[in-house]
């Protein structure tokens, strides 16, 4: 009996696998450069290949990279390109493939030969008109003869001088892209640029398209440009930002227009500006939930009148629920009130806010109903500061301890603010600068006579991110500092309404410990509350991925009743809680514990809010 062995070649893969790796330059910068214009490295994982196409990819990425290379200088550069040990341009690169067996991946290295980094040669600036340009615009261009020819240099010199120019008022200037003339002998690249400056021109008319419910005398008398203001694009900027700012528009654009004669310019040589308006929505309504263990949880919503006569005012309509099975809380309430804030009044920046408020409260500490009515006038004084003054009047009836009272309030708050952390909304998280408020409130009590006293506190927050050391990249590791100290003059604990007492624990001031748990109680454990208060808070923030985050925080803060801070006794809490970031702010969830309870306190307190508690 005869028999027969056949043997026959494993079948080539179709498509082949691969895996690239590239040797570094010692350049990150240039490193980066070359990695992104590797297509094999692209798309060894999003596209594969067979071995023809493979071949053909490995011939394409030499001219890719070494564009890569001249981009940063090195015109006398070579590219290695290695695939399964052989040369990525070997016209037998498709059966070498081809015979590598099914179930192999294929090697392929890719490396460079530097040689030497060509220089900036001659740098001229061409002007048709023959006009010499400013010093300014010679300084924004920064090219000189010597620097490494890097391209990506080159073409921002361009645009730098394009914007200095600009900025100086030659609106209509223009300059072409560089001319290049590369000197391999010298190892040099001369470079030309083609400017031409143009009139130097102010501001002519300025037109106002698409206002519809809007006064337009509100906006001019707001518009922070003037016709025969010098032209400058940083200053149109930064009208057209304030303008978006004023909260009516869902979208502000400005463009230069052109003349009754269809030219750029005006007759008298002015150049026109036209700002294009879109206007949002007149009513929103929005709704607010939140959760702690010691307040419980609330729920309510707002409707906004966006611009109720014309002028940007807005009036904010709330009924918010409050006191949903909270430790600290022992009933529901109520908060409902009207906001009206009417921008500019009789001066710019400076705001008319006007609020009416009922308010109900079944605390551990006291049972308040109230009607507040306040008035006041807040001032941004510079991009960080502002003030804000106002009066205001309360009528309540506060139940403490089984004792009923009723007090009517007259008080002039006044305070202060810094802000240098750059937020456009005061939900996202801070990551560097500094938030700080001073504020005095004298207030006269009307009961059982007249009682006169004064509210000082003074709070300040920090930001500092950890990018400065190098340790991590913007934004994504924080540290957090806040510190708090409050006294009352003029009165003792007793002689002052509970509700106008100094208390700390909760989320505002020390986590771990519920809502006014923190200073003095009476025999039963409620809380008194008392004249002096201090509290601080660190905080470490950490971003995870695109979208989370974990914070770990310590908070310390005491209450006394003699008027003077950094007395009592001091609590501790810490906690760490947790993020999910959203376009209007992060959602947080705290989960803190006490380190020193007090008698009858709670084990733990879980906090459920959007954004962050400073």
Not at 323 to 335: N, V
Not at 550 to 567: H, K, L, R, Y
Not at 602 to 609: H, T, V, W
Request: proline share 6%.
């Amino acid at each position: 009996m005869a028999g027969s062995l056949c043997l026959q070649p494993a079948l080539a893969a179709d498509p082949q696998p691969y895996k690239t790796t590239i040797a570094k330059t010692g350049n990150a910068a240039l490193d980066a450069a070359l990695s992104a214009s590797s297509s094999l490295l692209a798309l060894q994982k999003l596209h594969p290949v067979g071995p023809f196409a493979l071949s053909g990819r490995a011939r394409a990425d030499y001219a890719r990279l070494r564009t890569a290379l001249e981009s940063f200088g090195y015109y006398a550069g070579t590219v290695t390109i290695s695939v399964a040990g052989h040369p990525g341009d070997d016209p037998g690169l498709p059966d070498a493939l081809a015979a590598i067996p099914k179930g192999q991946t294929a090697p392929i290295r890719l490396s460079f030969t530097l040689g030497a980094q060509f220089t900036l040669g001659r740098v001229t600036l061409d002007d048709p008109d023959h006009e010499a340009l400013a010093p300014a615009a010679r300084k924004a261009f920064g090219l000189a003869s010597g620097q490494p020819a890097i391209a990506a240099d080159v073409l921002a010199a361009q645009g730098r001088l394009l914007g200095a120019l600009r900025e100086d008022g030659h609106a209509l200037a223009e300059v072409a892209p560089p001319v290049t003339i590369l000197r391999q002998h010298e190892r040099t690249i001369d470079v030309a640029y083609s400017v031409h400056e143009g009139p130097r021109v102010d501001i002519g008319t300025i037109s106002l398209d698409g206002l519809k419910r809007v006064n337009e005398e509100f906006i001019r008398r707001r518009l922070l440009l003037h016709p025969g203001q010098l032209y400058q694009p940083s200053a149109i900027e930064a009208a057209r930002q304030d303008l978006a700012s004023v909260g009516v528009f869902s979208d502000v654009a400005v463009r230069t227009g052109l003349g009754p004669d269809g030219k750029q310019l005006q007759p008298d040589g002015r150049i026109p500006l036209v700002f294009d308006f879109t206007e949002g929505a007149r009513h929103t309504v929005s709704a607010q939930v939140g959760y702690s263990t010691d307040l419980g949880g609330s729920a309510g919503v707002t409707w906004t009148h966006h611009n109720l006569f014309g002028n940007a005012e807005q009036l904010d309509l709330t009924a918010l629920v409050t006191g949903l099975g909270g430790s600290a809380e022992q009933g529901l309430g109520y908060d409902v009130y009207a906001n009206l804030n009417k921008p500019d009044f009789w001066h710019r920046d400076q705001s008319l806010v006007v609020r009416v408020e009922g308010l109900k409260q079944d605390l551990e500490a006291y049972d308040q109903t109230a009607l507040l009515v306040r008035v006041g006038l807040n001032r941004k004084l510079s991009t960080h500061w502002s003030v804000a003054a106002g009066i205001g009047a309360e009528q309540e009836q506060i139940i403490q301890e089984g004792v009923t009272r009723d007090y009517t309030l007259a008080s002039i708050p006044l305070s202060a603010s810094f802000d240098s952390t750059d937020l456009a909304n005061p939900l996202d998280p801070a990551t560097h600068g500094i938030r700080a408020s001073l504020g005095a409130a004298p207030t006269e009590s009307f009961v059982n006579g007249s009682a006169f006293f004064t509210i000082l506190q003074a709070t300040g927050a920090t930001y500092y991110d950890l990018a400065h050391l190098g340790l991590t990249s913007p934004g994504r590791s924080v540290i957090a500092v806040r510190a708090t100290v409050g006294s009352v003059q003029g009165a003792s604990t007793f002689e002052l309404p509970p509700d106008q007492r100094l208390y700390a624990g909760g989320s505002s001031t020390v986590r771990g410990f519920k809502y006014q748990g923190v200073g003095p109680q009476f025999p039963d454990g409620n809380p008194v509350g008392g004249t002096a208060l201090d509290a601080a808070s660190f905080e470490f923030r950490q971003r995870l991925f695109k979208s989370f985050g974990a914070a770990a925080f310590v908070d310390a803060g005491q209450v006394a009743s003699n008027s003077a801070p950094f007395e009592g006794t001091l609590r501790v809490g810490a906690g760490v809680g947790a993020r999910y970031y959203t376009p209007i702010g992060p959602i947080r969830l705290d989960v803190a514990v006490p380190l020193n309870k007090p008698p009858g306190g709670d084990s733990f307190e879980l906090y459920i809010g959007l954004g962050e508690t400073f």
